[in-house]
C-alpha cells in the first residue's frame, strides 16, 4: 500500500502561483511513477502531469504546458506541483496519484491522494 496526502491547494487570482506537495508513505516511493490529476466541478477527472521514479522523465497535458512544473524528492517521499499563470479554468480538486510506470499512472494508477482544492478566481 502506498498512502498519499496532498497540500498547497487554496484561493489564489488569475495570475498567481501555488505549490501543490504530495507525502507519500507506505510501500518505497522511489519505486513509483508519480502524476498529478484535477476534477472541476461537475466534469470528469482529468489528467495533469506525471513523473517517472527517477524523475528524468515528465509529460504534461497540453492545457498546463509551460505554466505547470512536475518534480520529485525522493529523500523526502514527496511529490510536487508547481503551477504559474493560472486562470480560472484550473479551478478544480487537485488528487496525487501513485503507479508503478509513468504509463500506468497516467492512465489507470494504482494509488490516489485524497484531493486538494485549488480555486482561481478572475
Known amino acids: 500500500q502506498v498512502q498519499l496526502v496532498e497540500s498547497g491547494g487554496g484561493l489564489v487570482q488569475a495570475g498567481g502561483s501555488l505549490r501543490l506537495s504530495c507525502a507519500a508513505s507506505?510501500?518505497?516511493?522511489?519505486?513509483?511513477?508519480m502524476g498529478w490529476f484535477r476534477q472541476a466541478p461537475g466534469k470528469e477527472r482529468e489528467y495533469v502531469a506525471a513523473?517517472?521514479?527517477?524523475?528524468?522523465?515528465?509529460n504534461y497535458t497540453d492545457s498546463v504546458k509551460g505554466r505547470f512544473t512536475i518534480s520529485r524528492d525522493n529523500a523526502k517521499n514527496t511529490v510536487y506541483l508547481q503551477m504559474n499563470s493560472l486562470n480560472p479554468e484550473d479551478t478544480a480538486v487537485y488528487y496525487c496519484?501513485?503507479?508503478?510506470?509513468?504509463?500506468?499512472?497516467?492512465?489507470?494508477?494504482?494509488?490516489w491522494g485524497q484531493g486538494t482544492q485549488v480555486t482561481v478566481s478572475s
Open positions: 507506505g510501500r518505497t516511493f522511489r519505486n513509483y511513477a
Open positions: 496519484a501513485a503507479g508503478v510506470t509513468i504509463v500506468v499512472v497516467t492512465t489507470h494508477p494504482n494509488y
Open positions: 513523473i517517472n521514479w527517477g524523475g528524468g522523465a515528465t
